[in-house]
T-cell receptor, first 113, second 113 residues
Framework: EAQVTQNPRYLITVTGKKLTVTCSQNMNHEYMSWYRQDPGLGLRQIYYSMNVEVTDKGDVPEGYKVSRKEKRNFPLILESPSPNQTSLYFC????????????FGDGTRLSIL | EDKVVQSPLSLVVHEGDTVTLNCSYEVTNFRSLLWYKQEKKAPTFLFMLTSSGIEKKSGRLSSILDKKELFSILNITATQTGDSAVYLCAVEWGGGSNYKLTFGKGTLLTVNP
């Protein structure tokens, strides 16, 4: 089954404790992207990757890092999480940039205390 | 300044009603407009529109784009309680490698029995 898998689905942690949210897709997609969704603000793109070793900033990249060492994986790294990064995060993938629809993961709800 | 504006932000109707959701945009180098439905989890793709005046239809849902007036509408006829969700509009825009996908804040639709 074609899918985008995020882990963990839920996480409560404390300020400053590094964390990684993993994202994996099994569709051999070139394009992968991370979004955060906050009440009243909609989805905003954090980072995206057009292929292995090619990543770029989206609209709200501050406080986040990403890597794309393999085609299937696109982890989101919060080196020093802060409470304003409490949000619902979605990973998405598509065959290439601009191809629609994107396939979304089920989301990761992060709470930073 | 918001580039993609959805209205209304929320709407409550009774089963059987017809609803019209609006999405206006102001971007450079428009590529496409997308509609998504989001219930508890990840957004699910509804329509992708690239040409003015061509209606896309799926069951009781339909959508049309006006590239001259820079807006799109999503119509839902004979609404059912299962249509209750947040409906998201997103616009792909930008030229060459400067390519973005911007979401609106969404319309929360509640359909009461």
């Amino acid at each position: 089954e074609a899918q985008v898998t995020q882990n963990p689905r839920y996480l409560i942690t404390v300020t400053g404790k590094k964390l990684t949210v993993t994202c994996s897709q099994n569709m051999n997609h070139e394009y992968m992207s991370w979004y955060r969704q906050d009440p009243g603000l909609g989805l905003r793109q954090i980072y995206y990757s057009m292929n292995v070793e090619v990543t770029d900033k989206g609209d709200v990249p501050e406080g986040y890092k990403v890597s794309r060492k393999e085609k299937r994986n696109f982890p989101l790294i919060l080196e020093s999480p802060s409470p304003n990064q409490t949000s619902l995060y979605f990973c998405a993938s598509s065959r290439y940039r601009g191809d629609q629809p994107q396939h979304f993961g089920d989301g990761t709800r992060l709470s930073i205390l | 300044e918001d580039k993609v504006v959805q209205s209304p932000l929320s709407l409550v109707v009774h089963e059987g009603d017809t609803v019209t959701l609006n999405c206006s945009y102001e971007v450079t180098n428009f590529r496409s407009l997308l509609w998504y439905k989001q219930e508890k989890k990840a957004p699910t793709f509804l329509f992708m529109l690239t040409s003015s005046g061509i209606e896309k239809k799926s069951g009781r849902l339909s959508s049309i784009l006006d590239k001259k007036e820079l807006f799109s509408i999503l119509n839902i006829t004979a609404t059912q309680t299962g249509d209750s969700a947040v409906y998201l509009c997103a616009v792909e825009w930008g030229g060459g490698s400067n390519y973005k996908l911007t979401f609106g804040k969404g319309t929360l639709l509640t359909v009461n029995p």
